[in-house]
């Protein structure tokens, strides 16, 4: 039970390039997310997945799109990339959806991608 | 505007000593509170979720407080240990448009030195 796994672990990308970012969860939850953590700074979340075919923007979507593949899956892929997008990327899932009143997310390691 | 401040932004402390760790925030409607530790290089890990109803609640040697009449919690930390070395991140939820939406603080970087 690997629980929420990323991939590539780093990556360096330079501006125009594209990259997608990979997460895969094997606890049969229900609902991803994807965040950017940047120095002193909260976690932001970019985009979420209820469900599996379901997706919805979050604080920071802008830049980013985002593939419920299936119920384990949920990709996050940067089409042009700045460098303001220069961040450490964490995949996280829950059980319950977002409409639900408690929900526990688990992360993944991160991802961390510079972008020069 | 919905807001988690953490203080302080970081402390040194000794093996073995304690410490408090403080949240405040501006979120409303507040739905509950978490506290979770992130290891350096590692995802956040939940340690204690905080409902609206509950005062405190202890999870090992890490006890949570919250206070919702003045929107504060506080992390204390009892006889600290080498692997308390970490980042400690408050985060509130609060009702939007039909999802509870987590809003993070910046966390309190911890050093713990033998």
């Known amino acids: 039970n690997a629980g929420v796994t990323q991939t590539p672990k780093f990556q360096v990308l330079k501006t125009g390039q594209s990259m997608t970012l990979q997460c895969a969860q094997d606890?049969?939850?229900?609902?991803m997310y994807w965040y950017r953590q940047d120095p002193g700074m909260g976690l932001r979340l970019i985009y979420y997945?209820?469900?599996?075919?379901?997706?919805d923007k979050g604080e920071v979507p802008n830049g980013y799109n985002v593939s419920r593949l299936n119920k384990r899956e949920f990709s996050l892929r940067l089409e042009s990339a700045a460098p303001s997008q220069t961040s450490v990327y964490f995949c996280a899932s829950s059980e319950a959806v977002p409409q639900a009143f408690s929900y526990e997310q688990y992360f993944g390691p991160g991802t961390r991608l510079t972008v020069t | 505007k919905n807001q988690v401040e953490q203080s302080p932004q970081s402390l040194i402390i000794l093996e073995g000593k304690n410490c408090t760790l403080q949240?405040?925030?501006?979120?409303?409607?507040?739905?509950?509170l978490r506290w979770y530790k992130q290891d350096t290089g590692r995802g956040p890990v939940s340690l204690t979720i905080?409902?609206?109803?509950?005062n405190t609640k202890s999870n090992g040697r890490y006890t949570a407080t919250l206070d919702a009449d003045t929107k504060q919690s506080s992390l204390h930390i009892t006889a600290s240990q080498l692997s308390d070395s970490a980042s400690y991140i408050c985060?509130?939820?609060?009702?939007?448009?039909?999802?509870?939406?987590?809003?993070f603080g910046r966390g309190t970087s911890l050093i713990v030195h033998p």
């Open positions: 606890m049969n939850h229900n609902s």
């Open positions: 905080m409902t609206f109803s509950e």
């Open positions: 949240c405040n925030y501006t979120v409303s409607p507040f739905s509950n």
């Open positions: 997945s209820a469900s599996e075919g379901t997706t």
């Open positions: 985060v509130v939820r609060h009702a939007s448009g039909g999802s509870y939406i987590p809003t």
